[in-house]
C-alpha cells in the first residue's frame, strides 16, 4: 500500500510537470507564430542564433549526462550523453545547413538522417538501460558516433544520386516523426513506474525535441536552412529542459557527496579523538605502573611500618586512579571538539574539588617512588592547602617523577612546597642533562619532546592541562651552566578560606 501511495504521488507530480511543459510549449509556439513577432525577427538570424543556443545548451546537458553516470553508475544517463552529443554536433548543425546549398546537399541530408536514427535507438538503450559493452566509456562512444556520421556523410557524397533517393524517401522521415516522440513518452512512463523525476523529465524534454521534425527549407543561394522559428525554439526549449534537470541532479547528488565527506570527516575526527584517549591513558597507565612496580618489592621483603602505612596508602590511591583511567570518561559526558577539554573527563567523580592538604599527597608519592629505588627528598611546609582535586596533582607528580626516572636515571630527585600569597608553588628538580633553552614552553605541547627524548611528548602536556582545569599552571626552567639538571615548577591555587589561619611556615624534612 505505501509503495502504490509513493507511485500516486510521483505520477501526481509527473502529471504536473507534463501539464507545465504542455502549456509552456503552447505558449511559445503561439508566440512565435504571431504576425508581431514574424515581423520583427529576421528568421535567418534568428535559426543561427537558435542553433548556437541549442548547441551550447546540449554540449552542456552532454557533459552532465556523462557526470551523471559516473557519479550514480548510470547507464541511462551515459547513452544519454552520447544521445545529446550527437544531437548537438550532428544533427543541429546538419539541420540549419541548407541540404540545396552547394554538391553536399545530399551528403548532409543523409548525415542528419543518420544521426536522428542514431539518437532515437540510443533514447530507446536509455528505456532499456542496457550494460555499456566492455571498458567503453560515454565519451569514446560520443567520438565514435561523431566520426561514424561524418563517415557517412562522406561515403554519400561519393555517390550522391544514390544519397539524393535515400533523402528522397518518405518512410524513413515518417518513422522517425513517430518512434521519436514515442520513445521519449516510454521514458516518461518508465521514470514515473521507477519513480524518478529526473527519467521522467528527461522524458519530457526528449519528447518535445522529437516531436517537431527538423528539416530546413531556405533559398537555393544561401547556406543557412530556415528551419522556422517556431521548429528552432521548440527544440530550444526542450534541450534547456534536459540541461535544467541534469543540472539539478548533479547538484543534489554533488550535495549529497558533501554530506557524506562531512559525516566521514566527523568520523574520522572522533577515531583520532579515540586514539589520543587511548594514547593517553596507555601513558599515564605506563606511569603509575612504574611507580607501583617498586612498591611490589617492599611489601615482600620489609616488615610493616610507618613508611609501609604510607606506602600502603600511596599504593591504594595509584589503583584507584589508574581504575579511573581504565573506566574512561563519564557516560554522560558530551564530547568537545577540543581534545584538550576532555582531558577534566578522566578525573574521578568522587573527589571533592574544594580544598585538600598538599602535604599527604606529596609524601605518598615520595614514599612510592623511594620504594622503587629512587632517590628523593621532600621539604615541605605545614599547612598546605590548595583548590581542585588531588587526583590532578597525584597525576601530574606521577608524570614529571616518571620523567625524572628516565632522563636523569640515578640522580636525586628534590621535592619542595611552600607558599606564595595566594598560590602553593612545587618545585621537583633532579641533576640530569635537563632540556635545551628555548624550548621550555614547547615542550607543554602535545607531541612535542626534547632532543634525547623517546617518549611521545604526551606527559607534560597533561599535566598542564590538568592544571589548568584546577585553576593552576606548570612551567620548566632549562639546565644553566652553573646548576645542571632540570626544574620543574608545579603552581595551584591556595584554599583562600584556610590562608588566614596558616601558621608561619616550618619546614618538614622526610627524608
Not at 551528403?107 to 542528419?112: D, K, L, N, P
Not at 603509575?288 to 620489609?302: E, I, P, Q
Not at 599527604?360 to 583548590?387: C, K, N, T
Request: glycine content about 10%.
Amino acid at each position: 500500500m505505501r509503495r502504490i501511495l509513493g507511485l500516486c504521488v510521483l505520477c501526481r507530480g509527473g502529471a504536473c510537470d507534463a501539464v507545465a511543459v504542455g502549456v509552456s510549449l503552447a505558449l511559445l509556439i503561439a508566440l512565435t507564430q504571431s504576425a508581431p513577432v514574424r515581423e520583427a525577427i529576421s528568421l535567418g538570424h534568428a535559426t543561427v542564433v537558435m542553433a548556437l543556443l541549442t548547441v551550447t545548451a546540449g554540449g552542456m546537458a552532454a557533459i552532465l549526462a556523462h557526470v551523471t553516470s559516473r557519479l550514480l553508475a548510470d547507464r541511462r544517463a551515459a547513452w544519454l550523453g552520447v544521445a545529446l552529443v550527437l544531437y548537438s554536433l550532428a544533427v543541429i548543425p546538419a539541420a540549419t545547413i541548407d541540404t540545396r546549398f552547394g554538391s553536399a546537399e545530399s551528403a548532409i541530408g543523409v548525415a542528419r538522417l543518420f544521426a536522428q536514427t542514431v539518437v532515437v535507438a540510443l533514447l530507446v538503450l536509455v528505456v532499456w538501460g542496457a550494460r555499456i559493452p566492455g571498458q567503453l566509456r560515454g565519451w569514446w562512444l560520443s567520438a565514435a558516433g561523431l566520426l561514424l556520421t561524418a563517415g557517412i556523410a562522406a561515403l554519400a557524397s561519393e555517390f550522391p544520386d544514390l544519397a539524393q533517393q535515400v533523402i528522397s524517401f518518405e518512410f524513413p522521415q515518417i518513422a522517425l516523426a513517430i518512434a521519436g516522440p514515442v520513445v521519449g513518452i516510454v521514458i516518461v512512463l518508465v521514470g514515473w513506474v521507477q519513480r524518478s523525476a529526473m527519467l521522467s523529465r528527461i522524458g519530457l524534454g526528449a519528447t518535445v525535441l522529437l516531436l517537431v521534425p527538423l528539416r530546413g527549407e531556405g533559398p537555393p543561394d544561401g547556406p543557412i536552412a530556415e528551419v522556422g522559428l517556431t521548429q528552432s525554439s521548440a527544440h530550444l526549449f526542450g534541450i534547456l529542459l534536459v540541461l535544467i534537470t541534469l543540472f539539478q541532479t548533479v547538484r543534489r547528488v554533488l550535495g549529497l557527496v558533501d554530506s557524506t565527506q562531512a559525516e566521514q570527516e566527523e568520523e574520522l575526527r572522533l577515531a583520532k579523538l579515540g586514539l589520543s584517549h587511548a594514547a593517553e591513558r596507555d601513558h599515564e597507565l605506563r606511569n603509575g605502573l612504574a611507580g607501583l612496580a617498586g612498591a611490589a618489592n617492599v611489601f615482600k621483603t620489609r616488615p610493616l611500618g610507618a613508611d609501609t602505612q604510607v606506602l600502603s596508602t600511596a599504593v591504594a590511591a595509584e589503583l584507584d586512579r589508574l581504575n579511573v583511567l581504565l573506566a574512561g570518561p563519564n557516560p554522560g559526558a558530551s564530547t568537545d571538539n577540543d581534545f584538550d577539554n576532555d582531558i577534566d573527563n578522566d578525573i574521578d567523580n568522587d573527589i571533592d574539588n574544594g580544598a585538600y592538604a598538599v602535604l599527604p599527597v606529596l609524601r605518598q608519592h615520595v614514599v612510592l617512588w623511594r620504594s622503587g629505588g629512587m632517590d628523593i627528598r621532600l621539604d615541605a611546609e605545614l599547612g598546605l592547602f590548595a583548590h581542585g582535586s588531588p587526583s590532578s596533582l597525584a597525576q601530574v607528580l606521577t608524570n614529571v617523577l616518571t620523567n625524572c626516572a628516565k632522563h636523569a636515571s640515578g640522580s636525586p630527585v628534590r621535592i619542595q612546597a611552600s607558599r606564595a600569597g595566594d598560590t602553593i608553588r612545587i618545585r621537583v628538580s633532579d641533576f640530569g642533562a635537563g632540556i635545551e633553552r628555548g624550548i621550555e614552553r614547547a615542550v607543554l605541547e602535545r607531541g612535542v619532546r626534547g632532543a634525547h627524548s623517546n617518549g611521545h611528548g604526551l606527559g607534560l602536556h597533561i599535566c598542564q592541562r590538568l592544571l589548568q582545569a584546577d585553576g593552576g599552571r606548570l612551567f620548566i626552567r632549562p639546565r644553566r651552566a652553573h646548576e645542571p639538571g632540570c626544574t620543574v615548577f608545579v603552581e595551584l591555587p591556595a584554599a583562600a578560606s584556610l590562608l588566614a589561619q596558616l601558621e608561619p611556615a616550618a619546614l618538614l624534612d622526610t627524608s
